[in-house]
């Protein structure tokens, strides 16, 4: 058995090497940018007049002038303009050049204009240049994005601003996704009594979906040689495989010996943890990357956001910001291992304050609606105290 660290530590010393696609602009939302970028041009290319109004020369200002003649108009889009008489004004559009020859642009909003004359009526009007200057954003050739960013609406922006029309984004490995268990239904069939429907392998796909992941879903039989045969077939293909049940210490949990059998090299198997402790974990030479989760919903749910997301987000060069919540009642656990409490977490003036939820079995994911995430109770101690900062591990947005 290894501790929850150890077994962190461990997943995340085998993460996977993706390969890279180019995608549209238009797709690579959520995605992995794998390419560094640069910028093809200042940002602002231009001085740009960043105020609607009219740009004259502030020595004019300074020297008292206050009625300024309107000599022409530059808009947006087009070229720059050079004003003619240093007495004069251009009126100017946010968005434009800042015409040759003028330093200052005094807002409408500062200004009265009457037959082709500004009258400024503000005396501070001249306090701000209202100018972007050329390159302040960024100068060409500087770096705008890092390989690894996760892009947000944020980043399309800039790849827009580049004429980046197609990008480079990491590709998350493929997977498939297996449920194990002979009392387990296809959701589409009516159980018998002592049946049910197998959950799980939807609820990974889901969470994998949220990622922008794929999982193909297989089911498998309890039975040793129709198991091992089955993983042979889902391994062709597979880069990674999440299976869900068969790992803990029943007569016909086999799935850790069909997956030795297979070559897969046990890298843990058990973590002091509740739920989930008999998760196991290897990997085999081809570079099969192997997630054997217990099958109770709970803890498949559980380690598949605490282990696998952030193994998955790292393995494509980018990682998951650790959150904090704190806990808002006493709480009590004693058995020393780590424990991953249901909370509900609110979001109380700035502080996220994570309520216990009461029941919260392993089986018991029915509960898992009014739940927001995880606690992360270190085994280390039995009694934790209301107002403590714990980890927490979100599964809602
Ligand atoms: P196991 O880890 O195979 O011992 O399964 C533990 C419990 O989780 C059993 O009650 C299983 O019926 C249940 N279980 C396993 N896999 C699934 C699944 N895919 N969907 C729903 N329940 C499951
Ligand atoms: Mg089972």
Redesign the pocket.
């Known amino acids: 058995m290894v501790s929850v660290a150890e077994a962190t530590s461990v997943v995340f010393s085998n993460l996977f090497q993706p390969t890279t696609m180019s995608v549209s602009l238009t797709d690579a939302v959520n995605k992995v940018l794998a390419e560094r970028i640069t910028a093809d041009r200042d940002f602002p290319p231009f001085d740009r007049v960043a105020m609607d109004g009219i740009a004259i020369r502030r020595d004019a200002w300074k020297m008292g002038q206050r009625a300024f003649k309107l000599e022409a108009v530059q808009a947006a889009g087009e070229p720059r303009k050079t004003l003619k008489n240093k007495t004069n004004a251009i009126e100017v559009m946010t968005g434009a050049p800042m015409p040759d020859g003028a330093d200052v642009v005094i807002r409408y909003e500062d200004l009265r204009i009457e037959e082709a004359t500004a009258h400024i009526t503000s005396e501070m009007a001249a306090d701000n240049a209202f100018i972007h200057r050329q390159a302040v954003d960024a100068a060409k050739d500087s770096v705008l994005l890092e390989p690894g960013i996760l892009l947000s609406s944020a980043e399309i922006a800039l790849l827009a601003s580049v004429g980046k029309s197609r990008v480079k984004v990491y590709v998350f490995p493929k997977a498939a996704v297996v449920?194990?268990?002979d009392?387990?239904v296809h959701i589409d069939d009516i159980p018998l009594p002592h049946q049910?429907?197998?959950?799980?392998?939807?609820?990974l796909q889901a969470a994998m979906k949220t990622l922008g992941w794929e999982g193909a879903i297989h089911?498998l039989k309890?039975d040793k040689a129709s198991m091992i045969e089955g993983l042979k077939k889902i391994a062709q293909t597979a880069e990674v495989i999440i299976l869900?049940?068969?790992?803990?210490k029943?007569k016909?949990?086999f799935?850790p010996d069909a997956l030795e059998a297979l070559g897969v090299k046990k890298l843990f198997h058990q973590v002091s943890q509740r739920p989930g402790k008999?998760f196991w974990f290897g990997v085999s030479p081809a570079g099969l990357t192997v997630f054997a989760?217990?099958?109770?919903?709970v803890?498949?749910y559980m380690c598949f956001y605490r282990y696998i997301r952030p193994w998955v987000m790292k393995s494509l060069k980018t990682s998951v910001d650790p959150s904090y919540a704190v806990l808002a009642s006493d709480f009590a656990f004693a058995p020393s291992l780590t424990y991953f409490l249901q909370v509900t977490v609110k979001n109380e003036n700035g502080k996220l304050m994570a309520y216990p939820e009461a029941g919260g079995g392993?089986?018991d994911?029915a509960n898992l609606k009014n739940v927001t995430g995880f606690l992360e109770l270190p085994a280390t101690a039995s009694t934790f105290k209301a107002g403590e900062t714990f980890p927490y591990i979100p599964f809602r947005q």
């Open positions: 449920s194990t268990g009392e387990l049910i429907r197998r959950s799980n392998t939807y609820a089911h309890d869900s049940g068969g790992v803990s029943g016909f949990d799935v008999p989760l217990p099958g109770n919903p803890s498949t392993s089986g994911f």
